[in-house]
């Protein structure tokens, strides 16, 4: 499967500032998702990455707040702007090689807003 | 409202036994059913299910899909300390050319000594 690097791993912020999360996978893939992982709670998809178009983003996900880019079939970033306490989660970047192929993750953003 | 129940929420067991992880699902346009072993950030893939009946197997972890019934089960055999893990299922849906997940909360496993 296609090896998927994150950065950072880590970070902690302050409020009201934004963050970029960069996600580069070693192969071209059709699928590009970004996951968010509520402290306690399961994964919850934020939106789908289009290669040169704008993400689709899922109810309750704003491209204000969570801007995509996804410039060619290897890289995305995902910024998280205006931060709060409760953006505190794992972001995680994840690829598809098509449609019926199973999800492979990145080894996630641990976040922490103060 | 598609949903995905993941029983038990938490389990701890001794080294050696065995282990059933149960996952339900009530959700449209149902394509595949996943298992992910969560350690610490990134979910690993286990199993990926779409046809009832057929068991999966890998080592000593294999998985069904009963998609008469919408369920799933995850058996670990031989438990080790290593498995200790959060095990999370997820139903993949039919949505155009996209296949997207939908998670459950997950089954926290603990092995002990």
């Known amino acids: 499967s296609a090896v998927i690097s994150q950065k950072p791993s880590r970070d902690i912020c302050q409020r009201g500032t934004s963050l970029t999360i960069q996600c580069q996978v070693d192969?071209?893939?059709?699928?590009m998702f970004w996951y968010r992982q509520q402290p306690g709670q399961s994964l919850t998809l934020i939106a789908t990455?289009?290669?040169?178009?704008?993400?689709?983003?899922e109810s309750g996900f704003v491209i204000d707040k969570f801007p995509i880019s996804r410039p060619n079939l290897t890289f995305s970033t995902l910024t998280v702007s205006n931060m709060s306490p409760e953006d505190s989660s794992i972001y995680l970047c994840?690829?598809?090689?098509?449609?019926?192929?199973?999800?492979?993750f990145g080894n996630g953003t641990r976040l922490t807003v103060t | 409202e598609d949903k995905v129940v993941q029983s038990p929420l938490s389990l701890v067991v001794h080294e050696g036994d065995t282990v059933t992880l149960n996952c339900s699902y009530e959700?449209?346009?149902?394509?595949?059913l996943l298992w992910y072993k969560q350690e610490k950030k990134a979910p690993t893939f286990l199993f990926m299910l779409t046809s009832s009946g057929i068991e999966k197997k890998s080592g000593r972890l294999s998985s069904i899909l009963d998609k008469k019934e919408l369920f799933s089960i995850l058996n670990i055999t031989a438990t080790q300390t290593g498995d200790s893990a959060i095990y999370l299922c997820a139903v993949g849906l039919n949505t155009g050319t996209a296949s997207k997940l939908t998670f459950g909360t997950g089954t926290r496993l603990q092995v002990t000594l």
């Open positions: 192969s071209q893939v059709t699928m």
């Open positions: 994840s690829v598809a090689a098509g449609p019926n192929s199973p999800l492979h």
């Open positions: 990455a289009n290669q040169g178009s704008e993400a689709t983003y």
């Open positions: 959700v449209t346009n149902f394509r595949s």
